[in-house]
């Protein structure tokens, strides 16, 4: 997936200078073709959504593994700044974006979704009904995502008229779409609970004439302007490699490093497991690569024990995401040799966990508020006629102990205004 030869890189006659990023033979699109950048090496690029580094934007510090250079893989980030700036919130990470689509769509950025006077007002006028279907509800990132769509539905004089949970299981997403299917909401927002499994179902929602805004993923078989409007993503790609390079300074020199994987087809952490090996390859060679595999969040944690008795002399664990990472931690209790963990998305436990620094040295933080604005702004935008790209994508936010608390407060923390009735399937 992150190896394409597309005919738009600058070897090849490339017309938006900056389109893609060189690693040896791999080419990775960025997020915002002609950004400028503030330092940029073979291995790594970083631009300013405000092109003055001192500019008027709320700042973090950069984490010092990440500024310590090239000791874990990374170059400077902040080199070309003016002294005494930091850089943004929003570009901590590598604001471009690392990773394509599910059929290897370029990403477009958020900036493009932006609905106008006229359109929110046709909005109004029409008081449309949106449904979210979600894999879970239970998380902080289901939490923020809901507010974040409700707030921007809001905007638009939309509501939410239902919100499901899933409970991870395709079954369950099925029958929820059906009874979404005559329910006839004007637009539903999800995220899809595997790929193949579910694809038939949510195709059904296209021919029953609701519009379908996915997140992060769409299903097989299923086609952008036929039958669905976008899918609005975090780039997971770009995730694994923050989650990598956040981990690597932790690791001795001939270190086992294992990846906690998602046995189910789901392309985000598909995406974050490939970037994370992918980077380990690249940068840290030395470090020998095992897996395990767990079904569901809830059974991380027995898997991750089971893993840590045959293998005590583990370095480090990277888990795909914060829910089965939170639930891993009670299998390090006990141990004389405690692993170091990073994850993505920083929900409150994780970043209680961070900020002690124990055991969890990373986090790849989601924007999971920001994404779901811009998913129910794509939902608009395409119930009032407009066309929308195909794939809008959001970069992630490397956080350590050393930011936790200014990240969390600015990608997360309990939003004030969430509360709804959850259908459980």
């Not at 909401?185 to 296209?206: E, N, Q, W, Y």
């Not at 299923?222 to 694994?240: K, M, R, W």
Request: hydrophobic letters at 45%; proline letters at 7%.
């Amino acid at each position: 997936m992150d190896r394409i030869g597309h005919a738009a890189c600058p070897r090849r006659g490339c017309q938006l200078a900056g389109c893609c990023r060189e690693d040896g033979d791999d080419r990775r699109l960025s997020l915002q073709p002609a950004q400028p950048a503030v330092a940029q090496s073979p291995r790594s690029a970083v631009a300013l959504a405000n092109p003055n580094p001192c500019g008027r934007f709320d700042s973090i510090q950069l984490p010092a593994e990440v500024a310590d250079g090239r000791s874990n893989g990374m170059q400077r980030a902040d080199a070309a700044m003016p002294p005494g700036c930091v850089l943004p919130v929003s570009s901590v990470a590598r604001p471009l974006v690392a990773g394509l689509g599910p059929h290897g769509e370029r990403p477009a950025s958020p900036e493009l979704l932006r609905p106008s006077a006229d359109m929110l007002e046709r909005a109004r006028e029409r008081a449309f009904r949106v449904a979210i279907v979600l894999h879970t509800t239970a998380s902080d990132w289901a939490q923020r995502q809901i507010a974040g769509i409700k707030a921007g539905l809001e905007q638009a004089g939309a509501v939410v008229v239902d919100i499901v949970d899933c409970g991870y299981d395709p079954a369950t997403q099925i029958a929820a779409i059906e009874r979404l299917v005559l329910s006839k909401p004007d637009a539903v927002i999800s995220i899809p609970v595997g790929s193949t499994a579910v694809a038939a179902a949510f195709r059904k929602l296209a021919v029953a004439g609701i519009k379908l805004v996915l997140l992060d993923n769409a299903p097989s078989g299923l086609l952008q302007e036929t039958d669905y409007v976008s899918v609005i993503s975090s780039d997971n790609f770009g995730l694994g490699q923050i989650a990598a390079s956040l981990i690597s300074p932790h690791i001795r020199q001939n270190g086992t490093v294992c990846v906690a994987a998602y046995n189910v087809d789901f392309f985000a952490t598909a995406q974050r497991e490939i970037a994370f090996g992918k980077w380990m390859r690249h940068e840290r060679p030395d470090i020998t690569l095992t897996q395990l595999k767990f079904e569901v969040p809830a059974n991380a944690g027995s898997a991750v024990g089971l893993y840590l008795d045959a293998n005590p002399d583990l370095d480090g664990l990277f888990v795909v995401w914060d829910e089965p990472a939170v639930a891993s931690l009670p299998a390090f209790s006990g141990r004389s040799r405690i692993p170091v963990m990073t994850t993505v998305d920083l929900g409150s436990a994780i970043a209680e966990a961070l900020r002690e620094g124990t055991i969890v040295k990373g986090v790849a933080a989601q924007r999971p508020f920001e994404q779901g604005e811009i998913a129910a702004a794509a939902a608009i935008v395409g119930l009032t006629g407009n066309a929308v790209p195909p794939w809008i994508v959001l970069p992630g936010v490397a956080v350590t102990s050393g930011n936790v608390a200014e990240v969390y407060e600015h990608v997360g923390g309990a939003p004030s205004f969430y509360s709804a009735d959850v259908t459980r399937g």
